[in-house]
Nanobody, 127 residues
Framework: QVQLVESGGGLVQAGGSLRLSCVASGRTMGTYATAWFRQAPGKEREFVAGINRSGADIYYADSVKGRFTISRDSAKNTVNLQMNSLKPEDTALYYC????????????????????WGQGTQVTVSS
């Protein structure tokens, strides 16, 4: 079993930055790929960024490429999401997910492959 706890969300003005953290307990996150997803009101949960077990392979949704950076800190059993140049359309509940063993790049965006999810942290970007 893996328990995930996200933190770092908040209210920020457009153009600002936030750093989200996802801490795992119960099993090392290095066993699986880990990703961040987000869900805005009335919309489906969507893939934001993913990182493989070693941290060598990283993928981003086109909407955040160049602005967000995902990273893994194995010593702290943590995966972080640095979010810069935030836009109002980034407003959503952000979820950390792990438990996946993706084979293809497209697998990172498949919600059903992730067996463990956090409760989410709210990010609100004002214009």
């Amino acid at each position: 079993q893996v328990q995930l706890v996200e933190s770092g969300g908040g209210l920020v003005q457009a153009g600002g930055s936030l750093r989200l953290s996802c801490v795992a307990s119960g099993r090392t996150m290095g066993t699986y790929a880990t990703a961040w997803f987000r869900q805005a009101p009335g919309k489906e949960r969507e893939f934001v960024a993913g990182i493989n077990r070693s941290g060598a392979d990283i993928y981003y949704a086109d909407s955040v490429k160049g602005r967000f950076t995902i990273s893994r800190d194995s010593a702290k059993n943590t995966v972080n999401l640095q979010m810069n140049s935030l836009k109002p359309e980034d407003t959503a509940l952000y979820y950390c997910a792990t438990g996946a063993r993706p084979v293809y790049m497209s697998d990172y965006a498949r919600r059903e492959l992730y067996g463990y999810w956090g409760q989410g942290t709210q990010v609100t970007v004002s214009s």
